[in-house]
């Protein structure tokens, strides 16, 4: 017996969608699951198309889903025509195959991406900065600078810093946060330089944070054995934290 049914209406794949998607008002959905509870035959295809609804979901796959679906938009005229709010409403034995394949080849990859991806979504904030005391004219232009950077406007603020920079090429406080504000715009590249300066000045204050935004950073393009290395080097407690669920994995 097949793992998978080999055909599943659209009416019912429709049905099912809305279901799943809360879309049924509070009097059609206690009907809907009694109707599940009376007939097996119905639950049962209920129950795969909600394998493969998460399946799908889970793994990030719509977009591939709908590409393979238009290879079979040609063999009905009346599915064509039809509306198709879900990516996978095809012959479900073929779903289930490319979901089958999908996950022996790559599902691994989409589920470490996205805990690692979660841990960084938790764990990464840009620095909340400096308070800005304008009244010191001899660092007004730098503070003008953080003034941007606490509002969220990073360009503004990297254009500044970087000016600075021409003449401060080792300050640790401007390549530090001229570093936060390129890695809050998702300039990596040169967020690392800008961290790797902080650290190469010995004594720095700002040391610790240098290292922990490192392990984010490579946390983030999936580096975990860079992102622990860089990480224990950080007295944090963020960095601390960090380590304990990178550990469990």
Do not use: C
């Amino acid at each position: 017996m097949d793992k998978y049914p080999k055909y599943i209406s659209q009416e019912k794949q429709e049905l099912f969608e809305r279901y799943l998607l809360n879309e049924m008002d509070k009097a059609e959905q206690p009907a809907f699951l009694a109707k599940l509870d009376a007939d097996a035959s119905l639950k049962a295809e209920f129950n795969e198309f909600k394998k493969l609804f998460s399946a799908v979901e889970e793994a990030s796959l719509h977009e591939k889903m709908n590409e393979y679906h238009k290879t079979f938009e040609t063999y009905s005229s009346k599915e064509a025509t039809s509306k198709k709010r879900f990516p996978f409403r095809i012959n479900y034995g073929i779903a289930a195959s490319v979901i089958l394949l999908l996950s022996l080849g790559g599902i691994w990859y989409f589920n470490a991406g996205n805990k690692t991806e979660k841990l960084f979504d938790e764990f990464y904030s840009p620095d909340p900065g400096l308070p800005t005391v304008m009244g010191d004219t001899n660092n007004y232009d730098f503070y003008e600078a953080m003034v941007a950077y606490k509002h969220g406007d990073y360009d503004q603020a990297i254009e500044k810093w970087k000016k600075l920079l021409v003449t401060k090429q080792q300050n640790d406080t401007l390549n530090y946060f001229l570093a936060s504000a390129q890695m809050a715009i998702g300039d990596e590249k040169a967020a690392n330089a800008g961290f790797l300066k902080v650290i190469a000045n010995k004594g720095s204050v700002f040391e610790d944070d240098a290292y922990f935004y490192l392990g984010l950073e490579a946390l983030n393009r999936g580096a975990i054995p860079e992102a622990k290395s860089l990480l224990e080097l950080s007295k944090k407690e963020a960095s601390k934290e960090l380590l304990n669920q990178l550990r469990k994995k």
